[in-house]
């Protein structure tokens, strides 16, 4: 999967040496971990006008490069045929299941016509093949084993045949197939047990690489890292728990992944090929105590950083020492009812991780992109601390505009400070810039995760102004740099949200009006001398997040 950016304009100028603040660059590689991958809610979502327009925008300006969703074999989907369907009298079962593509080559058509490609999640069962039915979300997923794993595995198999005729072996060897979704989350997404999840893994990768050896299949798509023995057996342990729960300092505790080291091993003793490795990180989760009762369990700020660490680690001293790493879901929480999301604050904070951990894998899928996203049905509200990057309407959150100036910076680093990144295009040879000012006063603490838009206001009272100042020299005389900045007063779109009175039902002028405010930012330029220098210096308002670019 590729990592770097997307510009490779060509220009006829020649590469000159750059200096920044008197000191030749190491000019690294940077990866753009931020827009490898993105996430969503489910494939059916994906047949929605509104989901592709905003996927199209994802792709065109935040320059998202795969997308992951959940969904691929649900009923809705109409993938497995076991009757022939009818409507009013009982359906006639066939001899032998068929299956039917129509549903999702329309979302994989709009996927890649958008100019993305799919990061295929192989779930959940078809209700005809699980073993139980309805066990999560308001979409009634069958997250279970498959009553015939031989079944399973030719539905896999003519799955993957059907791609590699419809769209060619050169584009779906490009892919990446991921079996299942969080298998640990028993009885969630998953009633079986851990060799339950390994046999189906084996089953579905020798089907994949049955079809083509050369497709990449990894997992174990495992959620979170834990500090206790919850995950140590077959199925979780809730009382295993009860410590970590009644934990003074959480960040003082072992954080390990889940099954990841296990399902090596498996794979290993079974000569199963592992192309990546995945799992998902958030820095918020809970633990039950001894009472039975949930804490919310909040991480430091660097908690992420050190779990791609430690994975990084595991994975060399693997079997399987070039596997890639991919996160598969990421963000601020685990919640689709948490206010942060929606906020200044996590833009800065997820601007902050990323910037610090692009050298610390393939990818790191934003789970999501858009609040088109119904595990708990719609969205209550315009703002209702959806996953989004954009809500329902398409508005953009402050994330979307962390994303965007992100996704403007190059591919070759220049310099790397605790206030952000300079870098340049190797395409082009322009410089860029992303700095943020993650106030000093939080400490090591994360910006949390609330159920109430008021709760989050608490954060803008944190923190003071940072001057961010920078010497560039070697950069055409005169040029020009666009420069935008977003924070408390700029871009805060929740905020004007708030002060109409959190309309549950906006109004077209309503929606107008947010449209405008989400994308205020304060926009400015400024120049390079006649001499090829340009002076950097920007007072950053606590939360503020800054992008800069060369005008082309």
């Known amino acids: 999967m590729p990592t770097g950016s997307a510009d490779t304009v060509n220009d006829t100028q020649a590469v000159r040496p750059l200096t920044v603040d008197g000191q030749r660059p190491d000019d690294a590689p940077l990866r753009h971990v931020w827009n490898a991958c993105v996430g969503a809610g489910r494939a059916n979502e994906a047949l929605r006008a509104d989901w592709q327009e905003h996927f199209r925008e994802a792709v065109s300006v935040l320059g998202a490069r795969y997308v992951r969703f959940h969904g691929l074999y649900h009923d809705d989907m109409f993938v497995y045929r076991a009757t022939y369907g009818g409507g009013f009298g009982p359906p006639t079962v066939l001899a032998e299941p068929q299956h039917t593509f129509s549903y999702v080559d329309k979302v994989f058509d709009a996927v890649l016509d958008a100019g993305a490609r799919p990061f295929v999640e192989f779930g959940f069962m078809p209700r005809e093949l699980a073993t139980q039915t309805e066990t999560l979300f308001w979409w009634k997923a069958h997250c279970s084993p498959p009553t015939d794993m031989a079944r399973w595995s030719a539905l896999v198999t003519a799955t993957v045949e059907h791609w590699v005729e419809r769209y060619g072996v050169d584009e779906v060897r490009q892919w990446r197939f991921e079996v299942w979704n969080e298998p640990n989350l028993v009885p969630h997404f998953w009633t079986g047990t851990r060799t339950e999840y390994f046999e189906l893994y084996e089953a579905t990768v020798r089907a994949v690489k049955g079809v083509d050896p050369a497709l990449l299949v990894g997992g174990p798509a495992t959620s979170v890292f834990v500090p206790d023995s919850r995950y140590a057996g077959e199925v979780e342990d809730r009382s ?242 666009d420069v935008e900045l977003m924070d408390w007063d700029h871009g805060n779109v929740t905020e004007a949200w708030h002060a109409m009175g959190q309309p549950l039902n906006l109004t077209r002028a309503q929606e107008a009006e947010l449209r405008t405010v989400a994308d205020g930012l304060r926009r400015w330029r400024l120049e390079a001398s006649a001499d090829g220098v340009l002076e950097i210096d920007l007072e950053l308002p606590a939360w503020a997040v800054v992008g800069l670019r060369q005008a082309s």
């Open 240 to 481: 295993a728990q009860a410590a970590t729960a009644a934990a003074d300092d959480v960040d003082a505790l072992d954080w390990r992944p889940v099954w990841v080291e296990e399902f090596i091993a498996w794979c290993a003793e079974r000569g199963l090929p592992v192309d990546f490795l995945s799992t998902h990180l958030y820095p918020t989760d809970y633990a039950y105590g001894s009472d039975g009762q949930p804490r919310d369990i909040r991480r430091h700020v660097d908690a992420t950083e050190d779990d791609l660490r430690l994975l990084r680690s595991i994975i060399a001293g693997s079997p399987y020492p070039d596997a890639e790493l991919h996160i598969t879901e990421w963000s601020t929480s685990p919640s689709s009812r948490d206010f942060v999301h929606d906020t200044v604050f996590a833009a800065t904070y997820i601007t902050r991780a990323f910037l610090r951990c692009a050298a610390l894998a393939d990818s790191i899928s934003y789970w999501t992109f858009t609040d088109v996203f119904e595990e708990g049905g719609a969205g209550l509200g315009p703002f209702h601390g959806g996953f989004g990057l954009v809500n329902e309407q398409g508005i953009h959150k402050p994330t979307f505009h962390a994303f965007a100036m992100l996704a403007g910076l190059g591919d070759r680093l220049l310099a790397a400070t605790p206030d952000g990144v300079i870098t340049r295009h190797s395409g082009t040879d322009r410089v860029a810039a992303v700095f943020f000012n993650y106030p000093t006063e939080m400490g090591r603490a994360a910006v949390g995760s609330e159920v109430t838009y008021e709760a989050t206001r608490a954060l803008a009272e944190v923190g003071t102004a940072r001057r961010v100042r920078h010497r560039v020299e070697g950069v055409p005389a005169g040029a020009a740099f």
